[in-house]
């Protein structure tokens, strides 16, 4: 079993800055893919970004490539979402996930494929 604890949301103004932090709760970290979703008023949950259980390899939805960055410091049992250049649209519920893999460095991208969910972080990104 692992519990994940979502924080850093807030309110931002467009251009700004957030960093998420998703703890993860066991010893079992590292045996993880993470990711990050989210889910505006009336919308349907959305992937944003994913990262392997060794960090090294990480995915982007486009709608936030180049202005999100997924990292995890397993040490930690922590995992990151750094958030820029934020803009309205970004404003939503953000989930951090966690999925079980076999091979190291997998990620997974389907909402469907994650065990373990936490109960989310509200962004609202101000205009």
């Known amino acids: 079993q692992v519990q994940l604890v979502e924080s850093g949301g807030g309110l931002v103004q467009a251009g700004g800055s957030l960093r998420l932090s998703c703890a993860a709760s066991g010893r079992t970290f590292g045996s993880y893919a993470m990711g990050w979703f989210r889910q505006a008023p009336g919308k349907e949950r959305e992937f944003v970004a994913a990262?392997?259980?060794?960090?090294?390899?990480?995915y982007y939805a486009d709608s936030v490539k180049g202005r999100f960055t997924i990292s995890r410091d397993n040490g930690k049992n922590t995992v990151y979402l750094q958030m820029n250049s934020l803009k309205p649209e970004d404003t939503a519920v953000y989930y951090c996930?966690?999925?079980?893999?076999?091979?190291?460095?997998?990620?997974?991208?389907?909402?469907?494929?994650?065990?373990?969910w936490g109960q989310g972080t509200q962004v609202t990104v101000s205009s």
């Open positions: 990262i392997s259980r060794n960090g090294g390899s990480t």
């Open positions: 996930a966690a999925g079980a893999t076999y091979y190291r460095s997998t990620y997974i991208l389907s909402a469907g494929e994650y065990d373990y």
